[in-house]
């Protein structure tokens, strides 16, 4: 099978050239390399030009305008020929056998969608920081499982995956409208068209992990809850509803992660007309009791109960995760 690799960047110069190294140093080639440039004001496209010169499989995309990360990075996949696209963001960097392993994985299991394995996190300086590794086995999950599991969260260790290019297809690539959780909705859409997903539970990539400095996670909240509000009404919602699944527990965990969200309203990075927009966002995921309350609550100030509350609760679940790894391992 061929293997396309997609890169999409914007500002990179400190990384994009080990991004691609990495890629073109793979015990395995690949058919192709891309990178999709999304008008970057630094060096990067200085440094792309020589690689381009250096590797012959690199080929360069320079977008005429910014795109911003959604539709950037459905550019790139989509101009992808191979049978497989590995999805690679320019500041990450994957280890010499990883195309070979996990092309392997989509070779064995026709059903998945896409393969994906555990990763090291990374510093802005490569040092080392936690491993991640998710609480399952290596192997195949089923469709129907791949679905039911993406109703609590996006469950990748980190978003380096390679896809099955008839699955994008089917997913219609990037469709999600918004920038962010559209890597959420891609992965649920292709679990919604059929198709389940390999995981190997070993370290194959490094995922750089930034010091936040000025909140910028923080002020994209409101994008993030409406990212997520699409992902139940546009693919999981319909995908039930087609197998005739009980859909009650979508409306628990819509409430779930409207109450987790909600803290967002006792941030000080938000002025009060900015915190009336995020509530009401807030209530068009879940208009649920329980989220309306949760809610009151920070906006009154008793986030702080709220949030050692959620911290005794998360213990239980986080030792069971540990107790699993570490039998697994």
């Not at 997903?197 to 909140?215: K, P, T």
Request: glycine share 4%; proline share 4%; net charge positive.
């Amino acid at each position: 099978m061929r293997v396309s690799v997609c890169i999409p960047t914007y500002n990179q110069v400190l990384y994009i050239e080990k991004a691609v190294r990495s890629v073109a140093d793979q015990s395995i080639p690949p058919f192709e390399i891309i990178v999709s440039d999304d008008c970057s004001t630094d060096d990067t496209p200085k440094i792309l030009k020589r690689l381009s010169e250096e590797i012959p499989i690199l080929k360069v995309i320079s977008q005429p305008v910014n795109m911003g990360i959604s539709r950037n990075v459905d550019a790139c996949l989509r101009a992808a020929t191979g049978d497989y696209v590995l999805r690679l963001d320019s500041d990450d960097f994957i280890f010499p056998d990883f195309i070979e392993k996990i092309s392997a994985g989509l070779d064995k299991h026709p059903s998945a969608g896409y393969a994906h394995a555990a990763v090291q996190e990374v510093d802005q300086f490569d040092k080392p920081l936690k491993q991640r590794k998710l609480a399952r086995a290596s192997g195949l999950q089923s469709p129907e499982d791949a679905l039911k599991a993406a109703v609590y969260g996006y469950r990748v260790a980190a978003n380096i995956l390679m896809f099955r290019r008839e699955a994008l297809e089917k997913a219609d690539y990037i469709a999600a409208k918004s920038n962010f959780a559209e890597d959420y909705y891609l992965c649920a859409s292709i679990a919604a068209n059929g198709y389940g997903n390999y995981y190997l539970n070993e370290i194959l990539s490094s995922y750089r992990v930034w010091v936040d400095a000025g909140n910028v996670r923080q002020r994209r909240k409101l994008a993030e809850i409406i990212g997520l509000r699409k992902v139940f009404e546009e693919v999981l919602e319909p995908g039930f509803k087609a197998r005739n699944w009980n859909t009650a527990i979508l409306t628990r965990k819509r409430t779930d992660f409207a109450c987790r969200h909600a803290d967002c309203l006792g941030w000080a990075e938000y002025n009060s007309a900015e915190k009336e927009e995020l509530k009401q966002e807030l209530y068009r995921l879940s208009d649920a009791r329980r989220t309306k309350l949760v809610a009151g609550m920070y906006v009154k100030g008793y986030g702080g109960i709220l949030n050692k509350l959620k911290k005794i609760l998360s213990l239980p679940k986080s030792v069971l995760k540990s107790l699993i790894l570490h039998v697994k391992n």
